[in-house]
């Protein structure tokens, strides 16, 4: 069963969290359901690698809002680490086990009901920011992108709505991908993982790649263990093109040029 959190001070993740739960059964401080449990915790959700001291669950789910500084609405969801320094949450230098085949259900879903959000963009985000320690598949859902989207208690509770349809229906299996290149929002990839067959694991963007050396790239291939497949942004790997098909040649990744 998977664990949903929101940090109770997060307008977005809390709005939802807050609709998910009136069907669910207080538990001490778990509230219980049918497909997922869900919490509401105190401190921020990038920061929350202590979560496994206190819960046992097969996968934690974030839920929150999305900044950015373009202003663009968006309805996000993306993988957690950092390829640097951990500016953000989470250890410098180390990424979360992704959990690819939840995030493509999902996106697909946003898709589905894209008449229901028409001003927003559909997109995943290049892997970023904490937590980074859980040793079960991480993922943050993001609703952005200002404070006037976070505080919509109607579009949360639609988005939430979608989160509770994608759990309370079978998750497929889908071949998993790494992703290496593009922007922090990935189009190619965005559009592999809703038009394609492949779910994605960790996403490094362009801008990252020069900081993989051997022993991030081999760390990064062990918490993407179920991945067969590398997406290369072809056009979208700058100067470190040689260096990220050099490690490749180590795997028994089959690579994907986009």
């Known amino acids: 069963m998977e664990l949903l959190i929101a940090y109770r001070d997060d307008p977005a ?11 669910m059964t207080l538990d001490g401080d778990i509230f219980r359901g049918k497909y997922y449990d869900l ?11 202590w979560l496994e001291e206190k ?30 320094e951990a500016k953000f949450g989470g250890n410098e230098r ?25 001003e927003f963009q559909i997109t995943i985000e290049a892997t970023h920011h904490g937590p980074t320690a859980l040793t079960k598949p991480t993922i943050f859902i993001e609703i952005g992108t200002t404070e006037k ?25 889908n071949p998993v991908a790494i992703c290496f290149g593009g922007t922090h929002y990935p189009s190619k990839f965005t559009h592999e993982l809703l038009e394609g067959r492949y779910s994605l694991g ?32 072809w056009r979208g790997l ?12 180590s795997t028994s990744l089959e690579i994907i040029k986009l």
């Open 202 to 233: 960790t996403v490094i963007p362009k801008h990252a790649l020069g900081d993989i050396d051997e022993e991030l790239f081999s760390h990064i291939i062990k918490q993407n263990s179920t991945a067969k497949f590398a997406l290369l942004d």
């Open 13 to 23: 993740g809390y709005n939802m969290a807050n609709f998910l739960s009136q069907k």
């Open 238 to 249: 700058g100067s470190n093109k040689q260096k990220i098909l050099n490690f490749l040649d």
């Open 39 to 49: 919490i509401i915790i105190s401190t921020p959700t990038i920061s929350a690698d």
């Open 94 to 118: 180390q990424v979360a086990i992704p959990h690819p085949d939840l995030q493509k259900a999902y996106l697909q879903t946003l898709q589905n009901h894209q008449s229901e959000f028409l």
């Open 149 to 173: 989207q976070w505080t919509d208690v109607s579009l949360c509770h639609s988005v939430a709505k979608l989160v509770d349809r994608v759990f309370s229906n079978n998750i497929s299996k």
């Open 55 to 84: 819960y046992d669950y097969d996968g934690f789910v974030f839920l929150s809002k999305h900044a950015a500084e373009s202003g663009v609405l968006a309805l996000t969801c993306h993988s957690t680490g950092n390829f640097s």
